[in-house]
């Protein structure tokens, strides 16, 4: 339940909004954008505030994951950002869905590298259902063999490709925002940011856990990155990535200016004290 600005004021401290937070209270759209339009002479005290809440909830245990690149480039769809999509013309490796054996291999180096999470991503719009039914059969074998935690990040889903997967055994789907509702138009017209919530509707009703987070530095605003932090909130998700963009040459964002590390700071610190 979100709060009244009235009981966060501006005047208050970086530690007593971290408080004011660990007590039960949400930040305000106000105060998140206060963290991001901080001096950098603030930094180190909003990330104390930040890690007062992060040591509550989670201590100083951090958990690995192994991802896999099931299926690379191929991709119908025109995300800016992304050297797979349609219009890139980055030199990268294109390669249909892998197989059984290959994505087991990578459980194997999953289990060796004592990950708690196997990460199954593929390119495209969406799966097709012989494609979920190739990754359902696998997430069987992984489950049986090695016990992992699985995610799996296959794009815009049906409702009973989800079903599919969950009865199969994978965890978690990964499905990224990537940024607000008002600048999803300007990276991405294939697909529109309600297609985005509408798989994870699909998912969270499947019974999977929701991963969804955003990419920073794609030219965004101030409010959007709040905006997807409120909606993340909203949707109560159990994960949060939080991805700083990686220009690549040949994609349209190949040019954009890189962020400079201190704000990106503050954006983590404003994820965690919101979410």
């Not at 930094?43 to 104390?48: E, F, N, Q, T, W």
């Amino acid at each position: 339940m979100s709060i009244s600005t009235s009981s966060m004021s501006v005047e208050m401290s970086w530690r007593e909004m971290a408080d004011a937070v660990l007590s039960g209270e949400r930040l305000s759209r106000k105060h998140a954008l206060r963290v991001l339009r901080s001096d950098d002479d603030q930094l180190l005290a909003i990330l104390d505030a930040a890690f007062k809440v992060r040591r509550k909830y989670f201590g100083k245990s951090v958990q690995l994951y192994y991802l896999k690149n099931a299926k690379s480039g191929l991709c119908p769809e025109d995300c800016s950002y992304c050297s797979q999509s349609k219009i890139s013309e980055a030199p990268i490796e294109k390669y249909a869905m892998l197989n059984a054996e290959r994505l087991l291999d990578g459980a194997r180096k999953a289990a060796e590298s004592k990950a708690r999470t196997y990460c199954i991503v593929a390119s495209g719009r969406g799966p097709t259902d012989r494609e979920v039914d190739h990754v359902a059969n696998v997430v069987r074998q992984i489950k049986d063999q090695y016990g992992l935690h699985i995610c799996c990040c296959l794009g815009l889903l049906k409702p009973e490709q989800a079903v599919k997967l969950k009865a199969a055994g994978v965890d978690r789907v990964n499905h990224n925002l990537n940024t607000s509702e008002r600048f999803h138009g300007d990276i991405c017209t294939t697909h529109t940011f309600k297609d985005r919530l509408e798989t994870l509707d699909i998912c969270r009703d499947a019974g999977l856990e929701l991963c969804a987070g955003m990419i920073v530095g794609m030219g965004e605003v101030h409010d959007d990155v709040v905006d997807v932090a409120m909606k993340l909130a909203e949707l109560n998700v159990e994960s949060i990535p939080i991805n700083v963009l990686n220009s690549i040459d040949g994609t349209p964002l190949q040019s954009v200016k890189e962020l400079d590390p201190r704000f990106c700071l503050k954006v983590l610190a404003m994820f965690r004290l919101t979410n």
